[in-house]
């Protein structure tokens, strides 16, 4: 069964720096296209990065820049590296997968449509 697994949130300053890990089991996480979303509270979700089974990357404007989306197949992961933390990224981190290779963008954010499988997510607060 397809089980997704996010870690690495926590409490940072502004300015600071994160990263969060997306853990597959049960599947290969290679073999899937695979994409961060975060929801804050009262707000919509926005898919903010993602990486397809091809490779390709993408990044909401939100946080082209200052995230960077890496696989890490060794641990079979998907990792987001967050720098330049702002209040506004505060939200609860998720990731998903999707069987097919897509990593698009709309509307400035990523498409999150056909994504699946989320996990418990992981809490990303950033205040001083």
């Known amino acids: 069964q397809l089980q997704l697994v996010e870690s690495g949130g926590g409490l940072v300053q502004p300015g600071g720096s994160l990263r969060l890990s997306c853990v597959g089991s049960g599947f290969t996480l290679d073999a899937y296209s695979i994409l961060w979303f975060r929801q804050a509270p009262g707000k919509e979700r926005e898919g903010v990065s993602c990486?397809?089974?091809?490779?390709?990357?993408n990044y909401a404007d939100s946080v082209k820049g200052r995230f960077t989306i890496a696989r890490d197949n060794a641990a079979n992961a998907v990792n987001l590296q967050m720098s330049n933390l702002k209040a506004s990224d505060t939200a609860v981190y998720y990731c998903a997968a999707d069987t097919a290779n897509q990593c698009a963008r709309v509307a400035g954010a990523i498409r999150m449509r056909g994504f699946g499988s989320w996990g418990q997510g992981t809490q990303v607060t950033v205040s001083s």
């Open positions: 990486v397809s089974r091809g490779g390709s990357v």
